[in-house]
T-cell receptor, first 114, second 114 residues
Framework: DTGVSQDPRHKITKRGQNVTFRCDPI?????LYWYRQTLGQGPEFLTY????????KSRLLSDRFSAERPKGSFSTLEIQRTEQGDSAMYLC????????????FGQGTRLTVV | AQSVSQHNHHVILSEAASLELGCNYS??????LFWYVQYPGQHLQLLLK??????LVKGIKGFEAEFIKSKFSFNLRKPSVQWSDTAEYFC????????????FGSGTRLSIRP
């Protein structure tokens, strides 16, 4: 399967712990996005990268959240000192980054903070 | 700021009924428009997209959407739904010139009675 891959698929953590998620985009895609989705809502934009540069961060992304894409390939999203409100599906998507292309989504990582 | 409105939160139809899901966006410039679908337990998949040209676009599985610039709308239609169309449908938009983040609506849950 050469689609967008996310790991892990599920994560249960205790409040206050740190968690890290990984996303492997489609290989030739230079743009990578992170979204968060809660039940009954559409995906909410968190941040995106053009190659290794983080071009935009949502105000939803508090100081406890950090994302990296060190070599312009895979990306990680870390949440420090998790809170129950962080429980959600975290989605990664990638695209060619041109004006006429769509984004392809991964299966997501479901985070449950207990 | 860009925003996307989907006014139908939950639509229930019988098989063979016609479908129209509303989508309005707020942005005055040139936009790319998308409809994504999320089947139960699966990841977001592109249903159809509009970048330019013919405002009536056809997607997979018999879906189509019409871009009406004067109404800032991009409604999704299907003449005859099937039970397998049961899913969550998301309208999305991004700004054409910058190929930036994609903004999603809150989604419409479609339930089809067999």
């Amino acid at each position: 399967d050469t689609g967008v891959s996310q790991d892990p698929r599920h994560k249960i953590t205790k409040r206050g712990q740190n968690v890290t998620f990984r996303c492997d985009p489609i290989s030739e895609h230079n743009r990578l996005y992170w979204y968060r989705q809660t039940l009954g809502q559409g995906p909410e934009f968190l941040t995106y990268f053009q190659n290794e540069a983080q071009l935009e961060k949502s105000r939803l992304l508090s100081d406890r959240f950090s994302a990296e894409r060190p070599k312009g390939s895979f990306s990680t999203l870390e949440i420090q000192r998790t809170e129950q409100g962080d429980s959600a599906m975290y989605l990664c998507a990638s695209s060619l980054g041109r004006s006429d292309t769509e984004a392809f989504f991964g299966q997501g990582t479901r985070l449950t903070v207990v | 700021a860009q925003s996307v409105s989907q006014h139908n939160h939950h639509v229930i139809l019988s098989e063979a009924a016609s479908l129209e899901l509303g989508c309005n966006y707020s942005y005055g410039g040139t936009v790319n428009l998308f409809w994504y679908v999320q089947y139960p337990g699966q990841h977001l998949q592109l249903l159809l997209k509009y970048f330019s040209g013919d405002p009536l676009v056809k997607g997979i599985k018999g879906f189509e959407a019409e871009f009406i610039k004067s109404k800032f709308s991009f409604n999704l239609r299907k003449p005859s739904v099937q039970w397998s169309d049961t899913a969550e449908y998301f309208c999305a938009v991004n700004v054409y010139s910058s190929a930036s983040k994609i903004i999603f609506g809150s989604g419409t849950r479609l339930s089809i009675r067999p």
